[in-house]
């Protein structure tokens, strides 16, 4: 397939520490869809099970959203040349044309590919031109995204073969994202098709997602809790939120490692993974675990960001629900975002990492952590800003879309 070539805080000493080894936090900048009351380390971070949705509210909220349009339509920098990227891009075209099937089937590495790449391509293209009209107001982008996903929602039914959870992950991701910014922006999308819409959510998509993939690689289950969350914001679905914060919760410390952890990593929940032997073979054969390794790093990189990415969206969404799992991952989303951006930057690996060797490549995998940890919190991440200043503005890869663009300095 093409690629790019923590526990939870729970004591103030082990926020303390980590700040003082990072940087001094700044003041945070205003922040979109803040959470009603505050908390503290060691309280309930759950969300109220009464509280209503905030849309726009699927990775973007309207307060970034009118940042994002502001700083493009003053030709500020990045913003300017992250647009430009989006415009320019094969998705972002008017000439773009659905092609929906009833069964996606997908195999490992998606072989067989029997509309998978389709699905995929559709389901970013949808969001390329929901973006653009959230920014532009040009509607010819709202009704080329309405027109996708209503092709879609009309044809398909099932997904089948091995890749069939991680697919339904990849594509729901953008459905929902798109969505949610066509609904909620005055673009006239009809009623009767947003129903169908999320009738195709939660009949075809949410099936693949609530079960999870507990011992599959650890970027699986958090792309399709990343996807989860997504769905239950547009549907407005409390149950299936739950699920998804209660599935980050237990993957992220499955994903990224902390000395805290003790001298093995945390198994991956209902796996049945346990021991040093298993874990050590979970984790690509490595033995040595040091702060921000990931299960996926012996892998290759480009998983690993994958994984990385979806943590953070999926916080991203939490937040503009008023619920701060960015707090709860901070330590291992820092430290896993610094270790791996180190090696990108050129960095040799040293022996016991991986037999010495590396598959670089996160590709556009950091943008919403360093703009949390960095921009919004003061947090000093050079590895990573060295890596974002190399390669941004950064596109579309899978789930992933332009977020350089929606995504940086915003509050």
């Not at 991701?173 to 195709?200: C, I, K």
């Not at 991986?354 to 921009?375: K, R």
Request: hydrophobic share 40%; charged share 20%; glycine share 10%.
């Amino acid at each position: 397939m093409g690629r790019w070539t923590t526990k939870s805080l729970t004591t103030g000493a082990a926020l303390a520490a980590l700040l003082a080894i990072t940087a001094t936090p700044a003041t945070a900048g205003p922040r979109d869809n803040t959470p009603a009351a505050a908390t503290t380390p060691g309280q309930d971070r759950s969300r109220p099970l009464d509280a209503p949705f905030r849309h726009p509210g699927v990775l973007l909220g309207s307060q970034q959203l009118a940042f994002v349009k502001a700083k493009v339509a003053a030709g500020a920098e990045p913003w300017k040349s992250a647009y430009a990227k989006l415009a320019a891009d094969r998705y972002a075209a008017l000439s773009w044309k659905p092609k929906p099937r009833a069964t996606v089937e997908c195999g490992s590495a998606s072989n067989p590919n029997h509309g998978c790449s389709d699905e995929r391509d559709d389901s970013m293209a949808a969001y390329a031109h929901a973006l653009q009209w959230a920014l532009t107001g040009d509607r010819r982008h709202a009704d080329k995204a309405i027109e996708i996903m209503d092709a879609w929602a009309k044809v398909i039914r099932e997904h089948t073969n091995t890749n069939a959870q991680l697919q339904s992950g990849w594509s729901a991701n953008n459905w929902a994202r798109a969505a949610e910014l066509v609904r909620y922006s005055g673009a006239g999308w009809p009623t009767a098709s947003v129903d169908r819409f999320a009738t195709m959510l939660r009949t075809v998509y949410l099936p693949q997602l609530s079960p999870g993939s507990p011992r599959k690689n650890g970027n699986w289950e958090l792309i399709e809790t990343d996807a989860l969350m997504g769905i239950a914001v547009f549907t407005d679905d409390h149950k299936a939120f739950d699920q998804a914060v209660t599935m980050w919760r237990a993957r992220l410390p499955a994903y990224v490692y902390l000395t805290t952890d003790g001298d093995l990593p945390v198994p991956p929940p209902k796996a049945g993974i346990n021991g040093r032997d298993a874990l050590v073979k979970y984790w690509q054969g490595q033995q040595t675990f040091v702060d921000g390794l990931s299960q996926e790093t012996c892998r290759d990189f480009g998983h690993t960001g994958w994984g990385l990415a979806a943590a953070a969206q999926t916080a991203e969404t939490a937040r503009l629900q008023g619920l701060d799992l960015w707090s709860e991952g901070r330590q291992r989303l820092v430290k896993a975002v610094e270790f791996h951006t180190k090696y990108d930057n050129g960095a040799k690996a040293p022996g016991w990492l991986c037999g010495g060797t590396v598959d670089t490549g996160l590709g556009p995998a950091v943008q919403l952590a360093y703009n949390e940890y960095h921009g919004r919190e003061g947090l000093a991440m050079p590895q990573t800003e060295r890596y974002v200043a190399a390669n941004s503005p950064f596109g579309a890869d899978y789930f992933i879309g332009w977020e350089t663009l929606t995504h940086t300095g915003t509050p």
